[in-house]
C-alpha cells in the first residue's frame, strides 16, 4: 500500500491550499482516513480525520478553518485549508487504516509527507 500526498507550498498568511491523499495497492477497505502535522521541533500532532462514512475529528486549532473529505472511489483524501496561519507551518502527513485483500488485520500507512509554509 502506497500513500502519495500532494499540494502543499508556501502561501501567505490569510490564504488557503488544498492538500490531496491517493491510497494505492491491494488495498480491500480503507477505515479511517486523516492528516497529521509536524512542526521544527515538535511532536506530530492529528490535524483532522474522516471515517468510511464521513464522520469527521478536527485539532482545536483548525476547526472552523479546516475542512477534511474523502472520495472512497479514488481511496483519496483531501484537507482544505483555508485561513492560513504562520503556526499551521509543518510537514503535513496523510495516514490511513488499511485492510488488503487476503488479510483481515488492518494496518496504520503514512504518505511521505508534505511541507506547508505559511509567511507572515
Known amino acids: 500500500v502506497q500513500l502519495q500526498a500532494s499540494g502543499g507550498g508556501l502561501v501567505q498568511a490569510g490564504g488557503s491550499l488544498r492538500l490531496s491523499c491517493a491510497a494505492s495497492?491491494?488495498?480491500?477497505?480503507?477505515?479511517?482516513m486523516g492528516w497529521y502535522r509536524q512542526a521544527p521541533g515538535k511532536q506530530r500532532e492529528l490535524v483532522a480525520a474522516?471515517?468510511?462514512?464521513?464522520?469527521?475529528n478536527y485539532a482545536d486549532s483548525v476547526k472552523g478553518r479546516f475542512t477534511i473529505s474523502r472520495d472512497n472511489a479514488k481511496n483519496t483524501v483531501y484537507l482544505q485549508m483555508n485561513s492560513l496561519k504562520p503556526e499551521d507551518t509543518a510537514v503535513y502527513y496523510c495516514n490511513a487504516d488499511v485492510t488488503m485483500f487476503g488479510f483481515i488485520r488492518h494496518n496504520d500507512y503514512w504518505g511521505q509527507g508534505t511541507q506547508v509554509t505559511v509567511s507572515s
Open positions: 495497492g491491494s488495498i480491500s477497505n480503507i477505515n479511517a
Open positions: 474522516v471515517t468510511k462514512g464521513g464522520s469527521t
